[in-house]
């Protein structure tokens, strides 16, 4: 199969797959983040959504007229950009900074960034775990939202295919592991 025909390549599933909130749908969602200040956290495991959610509320949130500051931290880089100390310091009230993977830094540089983002807006982040900022939803995953993000995906199952529930329990729930695994399947 072609790359480009593979039903579960990254941009069909970009596309077509969003976080859906089980408490209520991204208005309840900034209006819950308005109340706690416009700083709270997306919190939940590796593969759970967290990013997605973190992207589509960014997106409300421009068409609200704020101004949003991406800052993204993996695995591979931890260090901040070498421009977010200049930015800092021209954040203002429609500023909202959006911290992806506020687990990566260490107490002293979260505080330090806490700190720097101290004049925006806003600062909402994502994070493995609570604490860092009031937790905003905690994102889960289950082996039915797999199977129903596999359906959408690929309406009828190839011969052979590892089912939902085998995939969710290999990956430890990790959607964005399994679905790669489907990926691979379907590209050999």
């Given at each position: 199969m072609k790359a480009r025909?593979?039903?579960?390549?990254s941009e069909r599933v970009?596309?077509?797959?969003?976080?859906?909130?089980?408490?209520?749908?991204?208005?309840?969602?900034?209006?819950k983040l308005a109340a706690l200040g416009n700083r709270a956290a997306i919190v939940g495991p590796h593969g759970a959504g967290k990013t997605t959610l973190l992207e589509d509320l960014a997106c409300v949130l421009e068409a609200r007229?704020?101004?949003i500051v991406p800052v993204r931290l993996s695995t591979d880089d931890r260090r901040l950009p070498r421009a977010w100390s200049r930015r800092a310091a021209c954040l203002g009230p429609r500023d909202i900074v959006c911290l992806d993977g506020a687990e990566q830094l260490s107490a002293p540089r979260w505080l330090w960034f806490r700190w720097r983002a101290r004049r925006a807006g806003g600062l909402l982040v994502t994070?493995?775990?609570?604490?860092?900022?009031?937790?905003?939803?905690?994102?889960?995953?289950?082996p039915d939202l797999l199977e129903g993000i596999v359906r959408r995906l690929a309406p009828s199952p190839a011969a052979g295919a590892p089912p939902a529930g085998e995939?969710?329990?290999?990956?430890?729930?990790?959607?964005?592991?399994?679905?790669?695994?489907?990926?691979?399947?379907h590209a050999a």
């Open positions: 025909e593979n039903p579960f390549r970009i596309e077509t797959i969003r976080y859906t909130c089980t408490d209520g749908d991204l208005d309840t969602l900034i209006a007229g704020f101004r994070s493995h775990s609570q604490g860092r900022l009031p937790t905003l939803i905690a994102c889960t995953t289950s995939l969710f329990r290999r990956h430890r729930g990790n959607l964005r592991d399994a679905l790669r695994e489907l990926y691979d399947f």
